[in-house]
């Protein structure tokens, strides 16, 4: 963060109302590394850290880094089994943990020890007092994050992602966005720190930059709106479900966001009627903010694909950051022309290491195509003639039937035109091996609004894509930072039927 001439009096980090300037920051990162290493963290170790939005997360990021060490970000609400899943892979020296998962974790720790950060005061308990540290100076191929993902394929792996890529991102988002980021900037870091998207953007990228990091522990309306409008936040990242609950509330208006000038949209494909509703609600307010979809995963440290200000195109997710590129291939990873359909690939900087201890599944993910390393994302997508990526869904979620390629997202887009379909996700199941489609919708409705759907997309689409059935349910079930958890439900209504 020095090399970005932070001035030292200047806000840093933000939560519950203690704030860290940039000098205490510091300071405390030094203080911390200090007694990481008399507890004997060293170059290489691990150290998990299993805590929500708090400072202590910011400054144990930093302290590992200081150390050479890496940080291993963990979500603080796992299960007791998926907790020692990933302490297994990653062998950590030391676990951070707090005190809203203490109890359920401290016993699957092996032999790591245990630093107590609580949620709801600043502190370091179990931390032992060091008075200086090794200062590592690294070459950029060290790893510094390890964040949990179900990778490209879907099962659960540890990314490695080193100083070299986490740093290319800022760099490459920094020659996207241009150099408008500074002290002036607040960003509302509500998106988790164990995911890439609230790490490597919401909390690393901005105090790159210089920016305030008001930091929040989980997304609650109307705590929201009410910090946005007391620490008038410019900046924030979200995913369309939070952007959906924000425009429902009343007092998300007026006064309360005028202050708003960026929001970066991740996680899912952002309709047209969402952009508008949005920046009506800002013109209204008497401000400016956009919204501006993007694309990433973890593999590429996040963000790779970015909507610039005001240039939304419906359907597309942006263009290629920086010296990020991209190629659209087949099943035999040849090139694709313009506009069809196939698997991303992408090359640059801020490709992860790989999988850690998986070796066979890192060659897998990254092949290497005329001399260039890219990594496969597993999601099906085109490019236009602008090089603007526009998002189909995930390759596994391909449907074949009678030899044709059935996307779901197009025969959810479709249903989805209909007034009174919220949500929708197509799912392929089987009746005596045979491939249908069923089509499931969030929110009851009649017999006749379901054969409405159905004959919607029958004209609306190929007979392929046409559901068999329509299944309602009250409520999808949602991931950790609000996406539709697809594999509950195709574990629960999907091919086995």
């Given at each position: ?5 932070a ?23 030094d ?26 997360n ?126 002036n ?56 479900r939070m ?168 025969i ?57 059935e ?7 079930p949602?991931?950790?930072i ?16």
């Amino acid at each position: 963060m020095r090399d970005f001439h932070a001035k030292d009096n200047q806000p840093a980090v933000k939560c519950r109302g203690r704030e860290m300037r940039f000098a205490e920051l510091f300071a405390e990162i030094d203080r911390v590394a200090a007694g990481l290493y008399a507890m004997g963290v060293r170059k290489g170790d691990a150290v998990m850290i299993a805590l929500p939005n708090i400072i202590q997360n910011t400054v144990a990021v930093y302290a590992c880094s200081r150390l050479g060490a890496v940080a291993a970000m963990i979500h603080p609400l796992y299960s007791p089994d998926e907790f020692e899943g990933a302490a297994r892979r990653i062998s950590p020296k030391i676990v951070l943990l707090s005190d809203i998962n203490l109890k359920k974790f401290s016993s699957r720790i092996g032999d790591a020890k245990i630093v107590l950060c609580p949620y709801l005061a600043y502190g370091f308990l179990g931390l032992k007092r060091g008075k200086t540290f090794e200062k590592f100076e690294g070459d950029g191929e060290e790893d510094m994050f390890y964040m949990q993902s179900g990778g490209t394929s879907g099962s659960p792996k540890t990314i490695a992602l080193s100083s070299r890529a986490v740093n290319a991102m800022v760099r490459n988002l920094i020659l996207h966005l241009g150099d408008r980021f500074n002290e002036n900037n607040r960003m509302l870091a509500v998106m988790p720190m164990f995911h890439g998207f609230g790490l490597c953007i919401g909390m690393h990228a901005s105090l790159c930059l210089n920016m305030e990091c008001v930091l929040m522990a989980r997304f609650d309306v109307k705590k929201c709106a009410k910090i946005i409008k007391k620490e008038r936040i410019t900046t924030m990242l979200a995913v369309p479900r939070m952007i959906n609950k924000l425009l429902a509330y009343d007092k998300f208006n007026g006064d309360a966001v005028a202050s708003l000038q960026d929001v970066y949209v991740g996680g899912d494909t952002v309709p047209n009627e969402l952009v508008s509703a949005f920046e009506q609600r800002m013109r209204s307010s008497g401000g400016d903010a956009k919204l501006s979809p993007g694309y990433g995963l973890t593999e590429t440290v996040t963000v790779c694909a970015l909507t610039k200000r005001g240039e939304f195109v419906e359907g597309s997710l942006g263009l290629p950051i920086g010296d990020t590129k991209v190629m659209i291939v087949d099943d035999d990873l040849r090139p694709l022309p313009v506009g069809e359909r196939g698997e991303l690939l992408l090359a640059g900087d801020q490709l992860m290491s790989g999988y850690l201890g998986d070796p066979e599944a890192t060659a897998e993910a990254m092949p290497v195509i005329d001399g260039v390393t890219w990594v496969k994302t597993g999601d099906i997508f085109s490019v236009d003639v602008q090089g603007r990526l526009f998002f189909f869904g995930r390759k596994k979620r391909l449907i074949k039937i009678s030899g044709m390629n059935v996307f779901p997202s197009d025969i959810e887009g479709a249903a989805c035109e209909l007034d009174f379909v919220k949500n929708a996700v197509a799912l392929e199941y089987a009746i005596e091996g045979k491939p249908f489609i069923r089509l499931l919708v969030e929110g009851q409705l009649s017999e006749q609004q379901r054969r409405q759907i159905i004959e919607h997309i029958s004209r609306r689409l190929s007979k392929w894509n046409t559901p068999r059935e329509v299944v309602c349910l009250d409520a999808f079930p949602r991931t950790s930072i609000g996406k539709i958890d697809l594999k509950s439900l195709e574990k629960e209504y999907g091919k086995q039927g």
